[in-house]
């Protein structure tokens, strides 16, 4: 009887501290009006030394929201951004490709 007073109390508790399952968060879309990546007008950019300036090119060119940049053996989320340029660099700091996401 005590087990069971016991177990039940547990589970209880338990079930008190499972945290709710957030919303997931709205994606940017053409119909939000919201800028989406075409990185095909950027491409002039690979192969030129990286710079804040490029990056703001590479941006505008694009039609991103924004823009990162990710470098060698560098940790970076894998969550995919419709509304952003990744510019990839070599350990040069020269662009090596430009791509959405």
């Not at 703001?56 to 470098?71: D, I, N, Q, T």
Request: net charge positive; charged share 20%; hydrophobic share 45%.
């Amino acid at each position: 009887m005590i087990w069971r007073a016991f177990a039940v109390a547990t589970l209880a508790v338990a079930a008190g501290c499972s945290a709710p399952v957030p919303a997931a968060a709205p994606q940017p879309s053409v119909e939000q009006g919201r800028e989406q990546c075409n990185a095909e007008p950027a491409q002039q950019l690979v192969g030129q030394k990286l710079s804040s300036v490029l990056v703001e090119e590479a941006r505008k060119a694009s039609g991103a929201k924004s823009a990162r940049v990710l470098r060698p053996g560098q940790a970076v989320t894998m969550e995919f951004n419709p509304a952003r340029v990744n510019v990839e660099v070599n350990r040069s700091e020269v662009v090596t490709a430009i791509r959405c996401g």
